[in-house]
């Protein structure tokens, strides 16, 4: 089958690049997002997040003509849906996460009257398993006069499959290339033709398997990274405990040729690895105990660390009994879930920063080089240059590790170093 026109439905950290790249590729993308500021930042040839290299490629693409954003669906012969998959709201503290497809189903409720016959339909959102059999219910549901893979396997008008995004931000351009892609439709059909799509530009294998294993795979990714990061997380705990420097002895212990211990740090933030084990605990609680366990060490990370500036602050007052509670500056170093980027999802730094502009009295300092303005609902931190927290803080608290924050290291008193670049 010849793809033609491809329809990218959310147009975000994984959606612009994919319809970037498919119109960089000489395919007529039609992107579509609910945010009109988002589809009118687009349509001048400009972007609306920070990714290295989209930036040209989005402006030829729409300068070209290749590339066009819009708020509703139009017709398309391929539809890849790159939406949010988000939790439900918790009820209970200690309730495990549940999440909420909303926003896959008004993608599939938005795309229904557009489709026909020989459409392809793939899910690029990380969901639980089952989800890409949910979607498709959701369209025959819609599209009555549509057949589809579940009651008419090979031979339904709409392919259906799950293609899960697998790049690293930061390096979004060069892995959609790259890296290899699991494809699981829910026929042969519907795996055969997502990978003649996808081959538009991938230059990585494409790897057949069915939707409920494509779904599994991307979420087993991301839990493995994140009970290896709980190791190391838990780690730092102990050697704090026990007065050893935890960046030496990971350096000591990866010496040993078996041994890759990863570095710890605030937390786990991001849209991936900070929730993806989840979908896995929800689905199977009773069986996923390591995974569950992996989570709640990374999720308590941020309060061991609001504690440690806590007795920072109380020992600062201790040598300085001039000084009152709310005449001590904090300077938080970071906000995004990692380094290099403007991402805020998810990020322990943004939040342990909040919550100290919260129980603090003084003054709470960002000091983030990848953004120029705080969100709107964020009024407690004030975002300033890293020279100005220099001279201005009397508690310096690290969280991410920048560049800029590797390049100018500096000798402060009353340093906490969660990423061990300063210390």
């Keep these: ?103 896959i189903q008004a993608a599939a409720k938005s795309i229904a009257p557009v489709l026909k016959k020989g459409d392809l339909v793939i899910l690029e959102s990380t969901s639980p398993v089952g989800a890409t059999e949910q979607m498709a219910d959701w369209l025959a549901e819609y599209r009555s006069d549509l057949t589809f893979p579940k009651t008419h396997g090979e031979e339904s008008d709409i392919r259906v499959a799950h293609c899960p995004e697998r790049v690293l931000p ?63 997380n838990e780690l730092s705990i102990i050697c704090d405990e026990l007065d050893i420097n935890v960046w030496e002895l990971i350096s000591l212990a990866n010496r040993h040729p078996r041994i890759n211990i990863l570095q710890p740090g605030p937390g786990v933030g991001g849209h991936c690895i900070a929730v993806d084990p989840w979908f896995i605990v929800a689905k199977t609680p009773k069986q996923a105990q390591l995974i569950h366990t992996a989570r709640k060490v990374n999720d308590s990370k941020p309060q061991w660390v609001i504690d440690k500036v806590k007795i920072a602050i109380a020992d600062f007052l201790q040598a300085n009994p001039s000084k009152i509670t709310k005449e001590v500056t904090i300077a938080c170093y970071g906000l995004a879930f990692k380094p290099d980027i403007d991402d805020l999802r998810e990020s322990p730094a943004l939040n342990i920063a909040q919550q100290l502009a919260s129980i603090h009295s003084g003054r709470t300092l960002g000091i983030e080089p990848n953004i120029h303005e705080l969100p709107n609902h964020i009024t407690n931190i004030e975002l300033i240059s890293f020279e100005r927290a220099i001279e201005e803080a009397d508690i310096h608290l690290m969280l991410v590790d920048h560049k800029e924050f590797k390049t100018n290291k500096v000798e402060l008193a009353n340093v906490i170093d969660t990423k061990g670049i300063w210390k």
């Design 1 to 103: 089958m010849s793809f033609e026109t491809i329809s990218v439905i959310g147009l975000g950290y994984i959606g612009l690049p994919t319809a970037a790249m498919f119109a960089a590729y000489g395919k007529n993308v039609i992107g579509v997002d609910v945010n009109k500021n988002t589809v009118d930042t687009i349509n001048r040839g400009e972007i609306h997040i920070v990714e290295p290299d989209l930036d040209a490629i989005v402006h030829k693409a729409v300068t070209d003509g290749k590339l066009k954003a819009v708020l509703k669906p139009e017709p398309a012969d391929a539809f890849l849906i790159a939406v949010p998959t988000p939790f439900l709201p918790i009820k209970n503290e200690g309730d495990i996460p549940q999440p909420d497809l909303k926003y």
């Design 170 to 232: 930061g390096h979004v351009v060069r892995e959609l290339v790259e890296n290899d892609r699991v494809i699981g439709g829910l026929t042969t059909k519907c795996s055969e033709q997502s990978v003649e799509l996808y081959k538009t530009f991938v230059q990585g294998d494409c790897v057949i398997t069915n939707a409920r294993t494509a779904e599994m795979a991307k979420l087993t990714e991301n839990s493995c990274r994140d009970v290896q990061i709980a190791f190391a």
